[in-house]
């Protein structure tokens, strides 16, 4: 005798797809169309040491020119966009799960965060950006922060 475990909302999912579901969208799924780009938002970790702050963020596949780091009144701000890769029409597509399309996170820095000497690397996906401690806080004034 063969098991089948039940899914139930598949089963759903299959009824509204047969049947043409009133609902904007897909119901409750994670496959998307073929030409159907979402928005995004990068993993990251925050971690702290005795000389600085490491924000490491999630952006495989975005070059570090598609990458945004600025700073402005003590919000750290991290855009960027990630583009839809294939050019090919004739290919057939079966599922389609990276998200593609434009992020931003935020991040409030702590009054010991130096400002002025943030610096920021892009490397296998992953994002670093030091935020070095200073021992007086002193407000800064908005700039951006190139990735190298």
Known sequence: MKLTR???????DEFFRLV?????????SAERSSNEL????????ITETDK???????VPGVKPGDIRVTLDNGVLAIEGERHF???????????????????????TLPEDANAGAISAEGKDG??????P???????????QIKVD
Do not use: I, M, N, Q
């Open 6 to 12: 039940w899914e139930p909302l598949k089963e759903a």
């Open 38 to 45: 979402s928005a995004w938002t990068p993993a990251a970790d």
């Open 133 to 143: 401690k200073l021992v007086s806080a002193a407000p800064a004034a908005p700039r």
């Open 52 to 58: 600085e702050y490491l924000v490491k963020a999630e």
């Open 85 to 107: 890769e294939s050019e090919d029409t004739s290919e057939k597509r079966h599922r389609l799960e990276r998200h593609y399309g434009s992020f931003v996170r935020r991040f």
């Open 20 to 28: 043409g579901s009133a609902l904007p969208g897909r119901w409750l």
């Open 126 to 131: 992953v994002l670093k950006v030091h935020v």
